[in-house]
């Protein structure tokens, strides 16, 4: 049954090898198993009991009889040494065997187990008796947005029951490219395999003949013994419909290293111990430990079957060896839905730097080592929850069986985030600013900040990175991720017009822009907008502008505050949170340089030609703006990397005073657009783009440059833009009266807030021409100024550029740039439209 006492006779123990424990495991491995108490065993590293004292200068701590050893109340320890661990059902004491007990003493454990050459090898037993009961109730599952990849879910119909398990990695034959997940998922060769993508369920492929589902032990690991045993492996792979439509990436982890190569030459007990971490489509980022090697957990028909990695919780590390016992419980959870998931070794912390030396990097990169197939639910004391166990295999091994690689770098660059940083900490900030005027609209506002935003938590990790992926989308990030980007079948054709306006791009004839028209509020007008539209042409094509690519901003600012007086007015308090939520959004667009500006991702006005090579064998020259990719540059990839400075600097925007109160949704228009021009004049978006023309390839290198010239005026920018949202917060509450009229001050369920932004009613997305209609004008105001002639009266100019980007621009392109500038015969002209109009429909992706 189980022994109940351990020494610190360790002589020779760490001479033990690998092998060494396997060829003592199965010789004794009959005798272990054929007692009824014992559910399985396992290799690896003696676990010590909590309690047990660490050893000093002195000499070993003394382990004596200290009870039963659970995996809850034990842990490996550095110097923990090479053990075979048997498994129990109970633990029972050594008086209970022989001598009057209730049990035979041929049915204990042994201590030891002896090779035929005399050596001992320790046997530790262990206390965890399986469970059946599930952990709580899983999350929802994750789904993707554009791009499918390791962490997202793969959806199979079995039998009439529908199956979710979750995307590994991608694998390549040398000829294609496959998804890796389980067997039990795929199925047989030929079967469809579906996923979400954008709320849709859509076939992403069929089920290869390449899979596997078990091996003989021994050929996997020649030379180690092994006999009548199998390894589970239960994988299979998916032959990809459209490789467009994923990515490399795994989960919140994201680019990968390189693969862990394990064989029997390399396979050892250096594991143990190891930090290892996994994305899984049920319980998203998972963090354990490798607490053991081949783990024998069934026994059928005369065979043995084993998991190569048996990964549980984490062991609490503390330098202070004193007081870890009274550390925090690591736990991992992993539910339904987390089969497939692609586990991954953590970089080796440098070692502490002392006098004299110089400290050593980690290795790089989180390294694949095991694909997840199951797990096992083992008590750990008591009445304490059931501690999740991990059952996975080797990936070297899969990939060495199934003739394929690894694939670690395939649309790794495909952005999923969508700037979401910005918006969520400028949404997260408003509340604190708003007056002791508004007591119940405060309240309102911070008891619904998880509805609206993230906590501070959130934001500083990134942890809501992939966001777009769940069934509930915070209020700030709505228009993206629900509205424009088509997230459950909700997208709106027309979203995209609202999340930009090229306030600098300059009218033929007289040079004039949008910033220079609205210096007269009257032109603040949509119907004065949409005719200076028809004024000017696309940048890069020469193409007219259309509807959906007509900016208006300011408007659904305008809209939205009209909206949110009426909710305040009519006491809907829900209505009036969602809106206020989504409000943040276009705001935060108001106060970023690359939303407001024609140089959005470049400069049309200067395009360079790219070579594309097709899948189809086809070569093509195409036209793209000079700095193409500075939008993700600046807003992406600078913003999110300097999260925890820009939510440290928001915390000093001021509270809201009287001055800053606007009377109606046309006020709140002309502050929009106060806010853009200031963000203009603060960060020039030509300076940007020349910025990052100059900053070659090196993507870190860049994020520093840009954060050392454009981080404390970006941080600028963001608090005038959460000043002025929460000034239209509170304009909106008091104009509509909402300290009489709203009293409840709870906080929205995330399916109450999705089910009120679902409604196409709900803020309905309107172009440049059709707002006007829903825009509640004040009383009295003047009729649109015509200060914007029809297009029929401007003859076309030459525009200005800046220096630096203009000369680099000329050295970019074949010929005289002037030359560059002609204009084009018709035919060719249209050649070059239809060739670009991907880059073209550029404006409704911001």
């Known amino acids: 049954m189980a022994r109940h ?61 200290k009870g039963k050893r659970t995996l809850d109340n034990s842990e490996i320890r550095p110097y923990s040494w090479p053990a075979i661990l048997v498994f129990v ?35 530790c037993v262990i206390e965890a008796p399986r469970e059946s009961r599930t952990p709580s109730d899983p999350p929802l599952v994750r789904y993707p947005l554009n791009n499918i990849g390791g962490g997202n879910p793969v959806i199979a119909d079995v039998q009439g029951v529908r199956h979710v398990a979750t995307i590994g990695c991608l694998v390549n034959d040398g ?17 469809v395999v579906y996923s979400r993508l954008g709320g849709k369920l859509e076939r992403i492929g069929v089920s290869s003949a390449k899979q596997a589902t078990r091996i003989p032990f021994t050929d996997i690991y020649p030379g180690w013994s092994g006999h009548n045993v199998y390894v589970n492996l239960d994988v299979g ?53 490798i607490h053991a090697l081949f ?124 700037g979401a940083v910005g918006h969520f900490s400028i949404a997260a900030r408003a509340a604190a600013a708003l007056s002791s005027k508004v007591p119940t609209l405060a309240t309102l506002m911070k008891n619904n900040l998880t509805i609206i935003s993230h906590d501070d938590e959130t934001i500083r990790t990134s942890a809501f990175k992939g966001m777009g992926d769940d069934a509930f989308v915070p209020m700030a990030d709505v228009p993206d991720f629900f509205w424009k980007h088509g997230k459950q079948g909700h997208s709106r054709g027309l979203e995209g017009p609202n999340h930009f306006a090229d306030m600098d791009q300059k009218r033929p004839g007289d040079q004039i822009d949008l910033l220079a028209l609205c210096k007269d509020q009257r032109n603040i007008d949509p119907d004065v907008w949409n005719r200076f539209y028809d004024s000017v042409t696309d940048l890069l094509s020469g193409e007219p502008i259309a509807q959906n690519h007509r900016g208006l901003l300011p408007f659904r600012v305008w809209q939205i505050f009209d909206e949110m007086v009426r909710f305040a007015k009519a006491g809907k308090m829900p209505e009036f949170v969602c809106a206020a939520g989504v409000m943040a959004h276009y705001v935060g667009d108001a106060c970023q340089p690359l939303h407001i500006s024609y140089l959005h991702d470049g400069d049309p ?26 939008h993700t540059a600046y807003e992406d990839d600078m913003v999110n990397s300097h999260r925890a400075q820009i939510l440290d600097g928001l915390d000093a925007v001021p509270k809201v005073t009287g001055s800053d ?21 603060r960060l020039p978006p030509a300076t940007i783009v020349d910025a990052f023309v100059q900053s070659g390839t090196g993507k870190q290198a860049r994020i520093a440059a840009f954060w050392k010239s454009f981080g404390a005026k970006t941080i600028d920018c963001m608090k005038d833009g959460t000043h002025l949202l929460a000034a239209l917060w509170e304009s909106a509450w008091r104009a509509g009266g909402g300290e009489d009229t709203i009293h409840a001050t709870r906080a929205l369920k995330p399916t109450e807030a999705m089910g009120i932004v679902a409604d196409a009613n709900f803020l309905p997305s309107l172009s440049i021409a059709q707002i006007g209609a829903k825009l509640v004008r004040p009383a009295g105001a003047p009729p649109a100024s015509a200060l914007a002639p029809p297009a029929s009266v401007i003859a076309p100019a030459r525009r200005r550029r800046t220096p630096g980007v203009r000369k680099r621009a000329a050295a970019s392109r074949r010929g005289d740039a002037a030359h560059g500038r002609k204009k084009r015969a018709k035919g060719t002209k249209r050649a070059a439209a239809k060739r670009n109009g991907k880059a073209r429909r550029k404006r409704a992706t911001r």
Request: glycine letters at 10%; aromatic letters at 8%; one cysteine or more.
């Open 295 to 418: 783990y024998r957990y069934k026994s059928q028909a005369g065979f043995e079957y084993i998991s190569d990695f048996f990964i549980g919780p984490r062991t609490a590390r503390s330098g202070n060896h004193k007081r870890r016992s009274r550390q925090q419980k690591s736990v991992l959870t992993t539910r339904p839905g987390d089969s497939g998931t692609l586990w991954l070794l953590e970089p080796v912390p440098p070692p502490a730097k002392s006098a004299g030396t110089h400290a050593k990097k980690a290795t790089a990169g989180y390294q694949p080592i095991a694909v997840q197939w199951g797990e096992n639910l083992l008590a750990s004391a008591g009445s304490s929850e059931p501690q999740s166990y991990v059952l996975a295999t080797c990936l070297s091994t899969v990939c060495n069986l199934l003739g394929v690689d690894l694939v670690r770098g395939w649309n790794i660059d495909d952005p999923d985030t969508w």
């Open 175 to 191: 000829h294609k490219v496959y998804a890796l997940t389980n067997r039990h998922v795929t199925g047989d060769e030929g079967e």
């Open 89 to 123: 059902e109970e633990w029972i004491a050594v008086s209970e065997f022989g001598g009057g007990g209730a049990y035979d003493p041929d049915q204990i454990v042994p201590k030891t187990l002896y090779l035929p050459d005399g050596r001992r090898v320790p046997v």
């Open 5 to 65: 006492d351990e020494r610190d006779q360790t002589n020779g123990y760490e001479q033990l090898s690998l092998k060494d424990l396997l060829d003592a495991r199965d010789q004794y491995h009959i005798h272990l198993m054929q007692h009824p108490n014992v559910v399985g065993t396992a290799v690896g590293r003696y676990r010590i009991r909590k309690s047990d004292p660490w050893p000093t200068a002195r000499g070993p701590g003394k382990h004596g009889r």
């Open 237 to 289: 792979l998916i032959d990809i419909d459209d490789l467009d439509r994923w990515t490399a990436k795994v989960g919140e982890i994201g680019e990968v290293g390189p693969l862990v190569n394990l064989s029997a030459t390399s396979m050892s007990l250096a594991l143990i111990g190891r930090a290892v971490r996994g994305y899984g489509a049920a319980s998203k980022l998972m963090q354990g430990e």
């Open 661 to 681: 109160q606007v009377a109606n949704g046309f006020a709140a228009a002309v502050a929009t657009v106060g806010l853009m021009r200031d963000t203009f004049n």
């Open 605 to 630: 006005e200067q395009p360079t030609e790219k070579t594309v090579h097709h899948k189809n064998g086809t070569v093509e020259a195409v036209k793209q703006p000079l700095g193409m990719g500075v």
